[in-house]
């Protein structure tokens, strides 16, 4: 039997991996009610999730926050129940729209399109809203009710980027001085303390929760990402192929794999040292990634391993993008020794769509492209696993 190719290996360990966290077909994989992690071509980039790291943070964070939801409505429902004898109807009817808005806003989001946008807007935006409507019933700067704005500040921080921090903090401050001077400057000019407290209140928190949200995503990025390339790692794939398992039971689209493999790269670390095969594999690594759009999600599994998943892509399609990552590794000439690359395409379908098998035909493929002379794409072919 022929030797196998060098990504063989590392896809071999890989599939024990996979094995393991390949979910039985059928109905997406839950936590908390959520699809984690789901993510689906036209969702990848939003100004408050602008990469796939934000938005696997964003829905791991809803299950988390179950309890915080319900400390919010139940704070909503308590204030509402001690107002009671002192406010009239439109005042409770605040408080439960505001009850209704936090159930909506966090529920069902791996149905939406863009669920950060839904829930910034429906719960972030909103609650916001509601509170200095609230806040203006009760008196504007005499109640206390105004602190309450301090709340959506810390929802966008344990949700978002420091984007939505950005926004969600002066909005909520802008809020404060509508609801208290401009209800009533009068009372504000002789109780300053009724406009200046509430600002610091958000204030403070935004400055407690940004290098709190800084360090979050910088170890998120550091655990998913090759430091060398720049691309995802390993350590990300697994999930990933997870899903879209998953994804493509349920909606019969296929799923393509291709896998790649520098030529002859032991050669460059033998001859010209490890610094130079590092800068080979990252300008490899570039080249590759200015060819793909950003859905097109690009793995580095090891040495001079690479693998992109492409859910929906046919193997007409597939081909195409691995023929487009090839030429541009012949042409990018990494460091300028010549150095090319040598990929393997292979495509499932719907329900049939399980990796361990698709690992191993990318693999078989990619083993075909290496004999036939290197520099070059192979889709896989059963007959391919009979002659090996």
Same mark, same amino acid.
């Given at each position: 039997m022929p030797e196998r190719s060098p990504v063989g290996?590392?896809?071999?360990?890989?599939?024990?991996?996979?094995?393991?966290?390949?979910?039985?077909?059928?109905?997406?994989?839950?936590?908390?009610?959520?699809?984690? /992690?789901?993510?689906?071509?036209?969702?990848?980039?939003?100004?408050?999730?602008?990469?796939?790291?934000?938005?696997?943070?964003?829905?791991?964070?809803?299950?988390?926050?179950?309890?915080?939801?319900?400390?919010?409505?139940?704070?909503?429902?308590?204030?509402?129940?001690?107002?009671?004898?002192?406010?009239?109807?439109?005042?409770?009817?605040?408080?439960?729209?505001?009850?209704?808005?936090?159930?909506? /806003? /966090?529920g069902d989001l791996e149905r939406r399109r863009r669920p950060e946008l839904w829930v910034f807007f429906s719960a972030v935006v909103n609650l916001q809203v509601l509170v200095a409507v609230g806040v203006v019933l009760t008196g504007g700067p005499r109640t206390p009710l105004v602190c309450m704005v301090a709340v959506p500040v810390a929802m966008v921080a344990t949700r978002f980027s420091r984007r939505g921090l950005i926004v969600g903090a002066p909005a909520s401050a802008l809020v404060v001085l509508a609801a208290t001077l401009g209800v009533d400057p009068g009372y504000v000019v002789a109780h300053p303390e009724s406009v200046v407290v509430p600002p610091a209140l958000v204030v403070c928190i935004a400055l407690y929760m940004d290098p709190l949200l800084s360090s979050d995503v910088r170890h998120r990025a550091n655990s998913t990402l090759d430091e060398l390339t720049g691309l995802l790692n390993r350590r990300s794939l697994e999930p990933r192929l997870a899903e879209v398992s998953q994804q493509a039971a349920m909606t019969g689209q296929?799923?393509? $794999?291709?896998?790649?493999?520098?030529?002859?790269?032991?050669?460059?670390?033998?001859?010209?040292?490890?610094?130079?095969?590092?800068?080979?594999?990252?300008?490899?690594?570039?080249?590759?990634?200015?060819?793909?759009?950003?859905?097109?999600?690009?793995?580095?599994?090891? /040495?001079?391993?690479?693998?992109?998943? $492409?859910?929906?892509?046919?193997?007409?399609?597939?081909?195409?993008?691995?023929?487009s990552l090839r030429a541009a590794v012949e042409e990018a000439d990494p460091g300028g020794l010549g150095v090319t690359c040598s990929f393997g395409v292979a495509t499932s379908h719907g329900a049939d769509v399980a990796f361990e098998p698709l690992l191993k035909a990318s693999d078989t493929a990619l083993y075909a492209a290496k004999r036939a002379g290197r520099n070059r794409v192979e889709l896989f072919n059963p007959r391919l696993s009979a002659a090996a």
């Open positions: 290996r590392r896809l071999a360990r890989l599939r024990v991996s996979v094995s393991h966290c390949v979910k039985p077909r059928g109905k997406p994989a839950r936590e908390g009610g959520i699809v984690v /992690g789901d993510v689906h071509a036209d969702q990848v980039r939003t100004w408050l999730c602008p990469t796939p790291n934000d938005r696997d943070r964003f829905m791991e964070m809803q299950p988390r926050l179950r309890a915080a939801r319900v400390a919010t409505i139940a704070s909503a429902l308590i204030i509402a129940a001690v107002m009671l004898p002192r406010v009239e109807w439109p005042v409770i009817a605040v408080a439960v729209v505001t009850v209704a808005i936090v159930l909506i /806003g /966090g296929p799923v393509s $794999l291709v896998a790649g493999d520098l030529d002859h790269f032991k050669l460059v670390n033998d001859q010209w040292g490890h610094s130079v095969g590092d800068l080979v594999l990252s300008q490899a690594a570039d080249a590759m990634r200015r060819c793909l759009r950003t859905f097109e999600l690009l793995y580095r599994i090891g /040495g001079e391993e690479f693998l992109l998943v $492409l859910p929906g892509a046919r193997e007409h399609d597939a081909l195409t993008i691995a023929e």
